[in-house]
């Protein structure tokens, strides 16, 4: 039996493979994460300098592949044995194997996310074009997660082109039918352009970026419109609780932002796997089901 019919056959082989490529890809996402926001400061740099008729500094290529990955406290060069997910940090015991500098938990965390929510995306949606489309918005949603985090930045080069990508998966009705997927990116992204702008008049400071639109843009072109009112609920109410939390345990200054992002990436992954329950239950307890 080759790979494809076993995959095919046996949802427990779909689960283990796919949470293991979901392992490899996390350590990729590590790399995105820390690189991505890198490369566009640089670039947001050589462009202030081309408007200003400034001559460039002049720095040594850095894309998501060169340079080589390397501690940060002695320059070792990490390794292929060394960049095992989670097993080589585990080896090593959370430590730099030349200096001994301590890793971030933050790197195997990642992995074993990525890990974890794709073998709940294979199980939940069996070997199907689904799964593939679902494996992919799960990925991006936890890099566009960790780099809201770090940076408060939502990046165009990742949510545009996911957006554009629920439209292609829709125009084969693969989560909803085309004109729901159009409907709702329009909708996802009016919705809190609406809110920013209402904000902002009554208040004069800015609630949220330009990139929660398109994240929650790219959430409807997915989904379509009906689940919008679910994931902006969600996430507004989770994002309420964690902020409340971490401000009355000290852990948040009152002033300082709270990025938005990854709350609507988690209830927008949480619509992507329980997406018709939610609506259903939405629809039931507004008397439109």
């Known amino acids: 039996m080759d790979l494809i019919a076993l995959l095919q056959a046996s949802p427990f082989w779909l689960v283990l493979v796919v949470s293991v490529l979901g392992l490899l890809v996390g350590s ?23 408007l200003n008729n400034q001559t460039s500094e002049v720095v040594a290529p850095f894309t ?9 406290h002695c320059n070792h060069a990490i390794t292929a044995f060394e960049n095992i997910p989670v097993i080589s940090y585990l080896f090593l015991m959370g430590k730099c194997r030349q200096c001994k500098a301590p890793i971030s938990k933050r790197y195997p965390l990642i992995e074993a996310l990525t890990g974890l929510l794709s073998g709940i995306v294979a199980w939940h949606f069996g070997f199907d074009w689904t799964c593939l489309g679902a494996l992919l918005l799960t990925w991006s949603l936890i890099t566009l997660t960790f780099i809201d985090i770090d940076h408060q930045l939502l990046p165009d080069s990742i949510t545009l082109p996911l957006l554009w ?12 039918d085309l004109s729901s997927s159009v409907i709702g990116a329009m909708a996802g992204y009016l919705s809190l352009w609406l809110v920013f702008h209402g904000f902002k008049l009554v208040t ?62 988690a209830a927008g992954w949480i619509a992507l796997v329980w ?14 089901g």
């Open 28 to 50: 990729f996402l590590n790399v995105v994460i820390y690189r991505l926001p890198i490369m566009m400061e640089q670039e947001w740099k050589a462009q202030c300098d081309e």
């Open 204 to 265: 004069g400071k800015e609630g949220m970026g330009y990139g929660d639109f398109k994240l929650l843009a790219a959430l409807g072109a997915w989904f379509g419109w009906l689940i919008l009112p679910s994931i902006i609920l969600l996430s507004s109410l989770v994002g309420a609780i964690v902020g409340i939390s971490l401000i009355v345990f000290g852990q948040h200054q009152r002033n300082v932002p709270i990025p938005f992002g990854p709350y609507l990436a």
């Open 165 to 176: 990508l629920g439209i292609v998966f829709n125009l084969f009705t693969v989560y909803t």
């Open 275 to 288: 997406g018709d329950a939610i609506t259903y239950a939405y629809l039931s307890w507004t008397g439109a």
């Open 64 to 72: 998501l592949s060169t340079p080589r990955s390397r501690c940060p």
